[in-house]
């Protein structure tokens, strides 16, 4: 199957195109209208460079709030009230801090402008949403993604100081769960994320919760 090179033209493939690693599309434009038309199709670009490229993994890596792991130490740190969480209220501040976390095995971010520029408008437009973990005054971590219907689509998250970036997921995901979202969309594997409960399940699968929660 080749590699689908979109126009101007809002439209994608059918998913069930995609290569083996999840690689569906390339180019196109970061525009809203897109963007929503991406999520709702179970898509999401993720790239490092001029040209947007399209994904749409199989199998997905996603979360239900209720299950949900929370490790003893990590409800100690819950417990001391070292932290507090704020959401909506840094949105630039926390896809800026994205931005430039250093993270292993890449050299850049993917990050870029037209990414802040994009999510940025979506914020705006009540899609994009972010919860923020402050310390003595200071923005130590936090979390941005999408939400849509009964779904939350995670993107980035990052932390300057020791379960920061936990605290803002696992306070953000019961917040979720209380607001009736069903499904995070952690998109690919990481080690932190299957800590906290998040693991696979299937293409189809995933698109099933679109078409029933979106």
């Not at 792991?69 to 840094?90: C, D, E, H, I, R």
């Not at 993107?155 to 803002?168: G, I, V």
Request: hydrophobic share 40%; net charge neutral; with cysteine.
């Amino acid at each position: 199957m080749s590699l689908q090179v979109l126009s101007d033209r809002l439209w994608f493939p059918p998913v069930s195109d995609a290569l083996e690693d999840g690689l569906l599309a390339m180019g196109g434009d970061l525009n809203p209208e897109r963007l929503i038309l991406a999520y709702q199709k179970g898509i999401f670009p993720w790239f490092d460079g001029d040209v947007p490229l399209w994904w749409s993994p199989d199998p997905r890596f996603v979360l239900k709030p209720n299950e949900l792991k929370v490790s003893s130490s990590m409800k100690s740190v819950l417990k001391k009230g070292y932290f507090s969480l704020t959401t909506n209220q840094a949105f630039a501040q926390v896809i800026n801090e994205c931005r430039n976390k250093e993270r292993k095995g890449q050299d850049g971010t993917w990050i870029g402008n037209e990414i802040v520029d994009a999510y940025t408008k979506l914020h705006h437009m009540g899609y994009a949403h972010s919860a923020e973990t402050w310390c003595k005054g200071q923005l130590v971590g936090g979390l941005y993604g999408i939400k849509m219907g009964q779904l939350f689509f995670g993107e980035s998250m990052f932390a300057h100081q020791s379960n920061a970036s936990k605290y803002a997921f696992i306070n953000y995901v019961e917040l979720l769960k209380k607001e009736g979202i069903v499904l995070i969309d952690c998109q690919v594997y990481t080690p932190h994320l299957e800590s906290l409960g998040a693991g696979m399940i299937d293409r189809q699968a995933f698109l099933k919760y679109l078409e029933l929660f979106l």
